[in-house]
């Protein structure tokens, strides 16, 4: 594996901070997350970010087909050089955002569900997450690597500052375990903080909504005011509750409304989402 300095710089290319681009230095660490992913060689994996393609050779040489998507396609250019070096051909080039990408197309076309990996961009990596949510009919498995304090805040338990939105969005829907810590000097450009390689397994929900996505709608807003009650964060959001209606379903769901979103488990946001859910059709949360 060239090294990212060396090789960009031959290129005449820099790192695109607006992009989160911070690319892995040394093979080995590579290697340990496509070992510790437990790829089989009936994969077809998407890889996001596939920047220089320090993670999408190793991949390669397992799984049975890698889309390495990156929306740079200045860097697309030279991975399509090194794939051609290690004669690979079950690497297909895509350049586009990942925000956009249609998996479930993908997944049809190939016959299988996907399992997507990568260093998710700092700046978007809660929007994938999200995105990645919303399509894991098809996505069986996510492996990627987070800034550490976001894969501290998506694996925390209710009660504390770092439970949030996309921790309870998470929960309902995934089981998550931590595959290693990957140092900030593993990088180049250096990231400020160390990163995290998690593994993101999708379920059926153990306590379904009735409607998911009011469900994350109702998560939304319970946390876009975290600092107030309940109650009141739910009548000051997007829904639009009268604080009779925010104040009735909340009782109607066996909850405090003075409680906090960061204190409720996610059968209570079920809960509370199907008696948002239930109230009729003249209702202003629509």
Do not use: W
Not at 138 to 160: D, F, H, K, S, Y
Not at 248 to 276: C, G, H, K, N, Y
């Amino acid at each position: 594996m060239t090294s990212p300095r060396i090789l960009l710089a031959a290129y005449d290319l820099h790192p695109k901070k607006q992009l989160g681009q911070n690319f892995l230095c040394d093979p080995s660490v590579a290697q340990m997350i496509a070992d510790r992913a437990g790829i089989c060689p009936d994969d077809v994996i998407i890889e996001i970010g596939a920047g220089l393609g320090a993670l999408t050779i190793p991949l390669a040489h397992i799984a049975k087909k890698v889309y390495a998507v990156d929306k740079d396609a200045a860097l697309l250019g030279i991975l399509k050089t090194e794939i051609a070096i290690h004669s690979l051909s079950n690497v297909l080039l895509l350049e586009k955002d990942i925000l956009k990408l249609d998996f479930c197309t993908i997944a049809a076309d190939e016959g299988t569900s996907l399992l997507v990996m990568g260093n998710l961009p700092y700046n978007i990596s809660s929007q994938i997450l999200i995105h990645l949510m919303t399509a894991r009919s098809c996505i069986r498995r996510a492996v990627v690597m987070l800034q550490r304090e976001l894969a501290e805040r998506i694996t925390a338990r209710p009660g504390g500052k770092d439970y949030g939105r996309i921790t309870a969005m998470l929960r309902y829907c995934s089981d998550i375990r931590s595959l290693g810590i990957i140092k900030s000097g593993q990088f180049f450009p250096r990231p400020k903080i160390d990163s995290e390689v998690v593994d993101i397994r999708f379920r059926a929900p153990l306590y379904p909504a009735e409607d998911e996505s009011l469900l994350f709608r109702v998560i939304k807003a319970a946390f876009g005011q975290r600092r107030k009650t309940l109650r009141n964060a739910l009548i000051g959001s997007e829904l639009h509750l009268l604080p009779q209606q925010a104040q009735a379903v909340l009782e109607q769901a066996d909850i405090d409304p003075m409680r906090r979103a960061e204190t409720l488990e996610i059968d209570e946001f079920v809960r509370l989402s199907d008696q948002v859910s239930a109230l009729p059709e003249t209702g202003s949360y629509c």
